[in-house]
């Protein structure tokens, strides 16, 4: 009878630790948006004023290395809207930028870029030119955004050398189930600029 019970618990055991590590296992699909229809609003904050974002998802497809998602941005600045894009190539665990528009038509493909490995812990280097380079780092965090708490995101840090000295320190907050919800830059001083904040969002279709 005993040996029933010992087996009936470590049965119970096993299935509690496999469903403490799903619970904590990092996909990057549940803090990126993948979903096609998803939109979000956010402020941002500039020396001129605020201005509002609004960033769309507007293509998803399957691609040989993962998943092609297609950002669409829209600013409003007066009486002009400024339209750039964005496409990601996204797997299990990493998203890397392969292409580009920026509002002025120009285009940039990205054929050697590093992936962001959206996994605490993870650290890499991205060389931009022989003067500039880009150290990341991600760990999990929470964050209070607009009366708002997400206690489950990815904390994205990323710091900008140039000539061996460090220039700014950028900060991207990624909530499970949202995505981007809160970034900023910080100088070497401490000074923060460019405040990028969450407003509202959908989830798509």
């Excluded at 549940?30 to 609004?54: H, W």
């Excluded at 050697?112 to 030119?129: C, H, K, L, Q």
Aim: overall charge neutral; aromatic content about 14%.
């Amino acid at each position: 009878m005993w040996k029933k019970g010992v087996s009936l618990f470590l049965v119970l055991f096993f299935i509690l630790v496999y469903s403490l590590v799903a619970e904590t296992e990092v996909r990057v699909k549940d803090y990126f948006p993948t979903t096609l229809g998803a939109e979000y609003v956010y402020e941002q904050t500039m020396s001129g004023g605020t201005i509002t974002r609004r960033v769309a998802v507007v293509e998803v497809q399957p691609d040989s290395e993962g998943l092609l998602v297609a950002l669409e941005s829209r600013i409003k600045m007066k009486d002009i809207i400024l339209v750039s894009a964005n496409v990601y190539v996204v797997t299990e665990n990493a998203v890397r930028l392969r292409f580009s528009q920026s509002a002025f038509g120009n285009y940039r493909t990205y054929p050697d870029r590093p992936a962001m490995v959206m996994a605490p812990g993870s650290t890499w280097r991205e060389i931009e030119s022989e003067t500039e380079y880009y150290d990341y780092t991600v760990n999990r965090s929470a964050v209070r955004v607009r009366e708002r708490d997400f206690d489950d995101c990815l904390l994205v840090v990323k710091k900008v050398y140039l000539e061996g000295k460090l220039y700014t320190t950028e900060y991207a907050y990624y909530a499970r189930g949202v995505g981007m919800v809160k970034s900023f830059t910080k100088k070497p001083d401490g000074a923060t600029t460019s405040p990028i904040e969450l407003i509202n969002f959908s989830v798509g279709f």
